[in-house]
């Protein structure tokens, strides 16, 4: 079998009770933190309202729940508008072997889907989430090129593929049908590059709106009989002949399936950007515990930087002052500025007037960087050293804050939810906070899925 017939087969074959017990665990933390992130970006998330009154205006059958809006849509529509929450802070979950964010397309879909089918057990929800995620995971796994050499951006585009192998476990499609979804996906999974060429674009935040809405329509027409292509994702026109010119390891797609779940490897996010920027937020707040710093007394910040890391540095003056909320996510030195200045990195240093702060601009501005010869294994590693009048100090970071080898408590998580919740456009109330965090821990014994969108 090729690996779409085998990714296939995996998908319709797997049950809850051949998971792992790590991956579930890491699943449920999966959820809670998607479901924060989203519900702060009802309000923070630059263009998200007009995904909420786009998905309204088509006038669906309400079945599926708008997240942080109290509003309901078609589950394609819900999906649609909650892809578009997902990524708008960039503070949802990451995987460090791969550049892709598994659950910022999968949770919206599958969430919408459960929903709407109004029969799905905490069992059911695990199974398809952990499913997709892993896909997107072992997809990115498979890369041997950066496709931003090609022009495109590659992680909603795979991230639809996890979209769609969880709504078709929840709709139960056979083997044939998922590999007719995967094609279907094919067709409406894109993304171009060029969004890291324009500082205003909005792309960056929402991106994850389409993909998971693809994951629902594909699933939807393959559950009705739609016939797709044979090989979707080896295909000598398929996925990665598309987006990296054939230059993948196809081996790496299916190696230990069903045995390892790379999803239980995500990294839980302690700050609110780029997970590239993570290991200089980390170094400086080692840095600042460490050392008496006089942010004053900076000559010069010089840091090196993962070749994928050159779109967190360049064009420099863009960088060094951007002028949105994700543009500044995305940059290396406003994110080293913020946090010398303010010791710590919040949602509100991305505030529009936190974007303006001399003193933090000032210091961006001595942001220098050199790209690695080779001794950074990943694009999630960095080393810094801060030049002032009198010292150089110097920091490597190996696993940012959150890695599976460096993880945040299960209560960090509990309490960023709750911060994150503070910030939903419709309020929710405490007890329905404190009670959607129980359901999620314990979601093997939930009943319907809903029981958690109904208390939000």
């Not at 074959?13 to 051949?18: F, I, K």
């Not at 999974?189 to 329509?217: H, N, Q, W």
Request: net charge negative; glycine share 6%; with cysteine.
């Amino acid at each position: 079998m090729n690996e779409s017939q085998i990714l296939a087969n995996h998908i319709a074959n797997t049950c809850y009770e051949d998971l792992h017990d790590n991956a579930i665990q890491v699943a449920k933390k999966s959820l809670l933190d998607a479901l924060g992130v989203m519900l702060a970006a009802s309000t923070l998330g630059e263009g998200c309202k007009q995904f909420l009154d786009v998905a309204l205006a088509e006038g669906s059958k309400p079945e599926s729940t708008i997240l942080g809006f109290g509003a309901k849509a078609s589950a394609m529509m819900a999906a649609f508008a909650n892809g578009s929450l997902a990524h708008a802070l960039d503070f949802e979950d990451a995987y460090d072997g791969a550049p892709v964010h598994p659950n910022a397309a999968t949770i919206p879909a599958a969430l919408a889907v459960a929903e709407a089918l109004g029969t799905i057990s905490g069992k059911q929800f695990l199974t398809a989430i952990i499913l997709g995620s892993d896909i997107v995971c072992r997809l990115g796994l498979a890369l041997r090129v950066n496709p931003l050499e090609y022009g495109w951006y590659i992680p909603p585009i795979l991230g639809a593929f996890g979209a769609t192998a969880a709504v078709a476990k929840l709709l139960n499609l056979t083997a044939a049908q998922i590999v007719n979804a995967f094609s279907l996906t094919l067709c409406q999974a894109t993304c171009s590059a060029e969004l890291t060429s324009s500082p205003r674009s909005m792309v960056r935040s929402i991106r994850d709106a389409f993909a998971a809405k693809a994951g629902v329509l594909s699933t939807q027409l393959a559950k009705q009989g739609i016939v797709g292509f044979e090989q979707p994702i080896e295909g000598k026109a398929g996925l990665f002949s598309l987006y990296t010119h054939g230059n993948y390891d196809a081996a790496k797609i299916t190696m230990g399936l069903g045995n390892i779940f790379e999803s239980a490897k995500v990294s839980f996010k302690p700050w609110p950007s780029c997970r590239g920027t993570h290991a200089y937020i980390d170094a400086v707040l080692q840095i600042l515990n460490e050392y008496s710093l006089d942010c004053n007394s900076i000559q010069e910040i010089l840091v090196t930087i993962h070749p994928v890391n050159k779109m967190l540095c360049e064009p420099a003056e863009n960088k060094q002052r951007p002028v949105t909320a994700i543009d500044a996510k995305f940059s290396i030195p406003f994110v080293i500025a913020t946090t010398l200045v303010n010791r710590r990195v919040m949602l509100d240093q991305f505030f529009p007037d936190a974007l303006e702060n001399s003193h933090v601009l000032e210091l961006a501005r001595r942001v220098k960087y050199q790209i690695d010869s080779g001794e950074l294994e990943n694009s999630t590693q960095g080393y810094m050293e801060i030049v002032t009048h009198d010292q150089v100090i110097s920091k490597r970071v190996e696993f940012p804050l959150g890695h599976p080898a460096k993880p945040i408590s299960q209560n960090a998580l509990i309490e960023k939810f709750r911060n994150c919740c503070q910030y939903s456009a419709r309020k929710i109330a405490e007890r329905n906070r404190d009670e959607v965090v129980d359901l999620i821990l314990d979601l093997e014994h939930v009943e319907n899925i809903g029981e958690i969108t109904a208390r939000l």
